[in-house]
């Protein structure tokens, strides 16, 4: 595959949520993959495989599913980092890092992956500010359910 189309359908995310609850809380929320339909409107479905791997659907704004199997690579409360890596309509790697912030938690979100999904890769170039605001919305919905969430106790 010629480079310019990798870095065409090539993603690098980093969202920072600021949230008022402790990173042992806030880590543990987040360890349940299965329970994130329950706070997070735009993962629509997570369905376990075995206990570190399942399969896991999305839905943004604009209209299409992204669906993946997430696998576990890291889990290690201790230093707060969930990693996983994903293949299906998107190829790559996902990561968590949970850490004490001012009054509460950071809870940093970072992802590199690769669109396989054809119909996006066809419409990658025009698309692509599309897919990032796409993202960006997805993200500003996740912070704001989680805290909800976390509220709620």
Known sequence: MPDWSRRLHRYRFR???LLNASPTV?????????AYPQWWPQVREVTPL?????????????????TVVASERVRDPGAGVLEMTMRGDLAGWARWTVVPGAGGTRAVFEQDVEVCKP????????????????????????RRGLAAWLARG
């Not at 806030?26 to 299965?34: D, T």
């Not at 943004?60 to 599913?65: E, H, I, K, M, V």
């Not at 119909?119 to 993202?135: I, Q, V």
Request: without cysteine; charged residues 25%.
């Open 26 to 34: 806030v880590y543990a929320v987040l360890e349940r993959a299965e």
């Open 15 to 17: 969202s920072v949520w």
């Open 50 to 66: 075995d206990d570190r791997s399942g399969t896991a659907r999305f839905r943004s704004l604009l209209p299409y599913d992204l």
């Open 119 to 142: 119909l996006l890769r066809r419409f990658a170039l025009l698309g692509r500010p599309l897919f990032l605001a796409n993202h960006a919305l997805m993200m500003r919905a996740g």
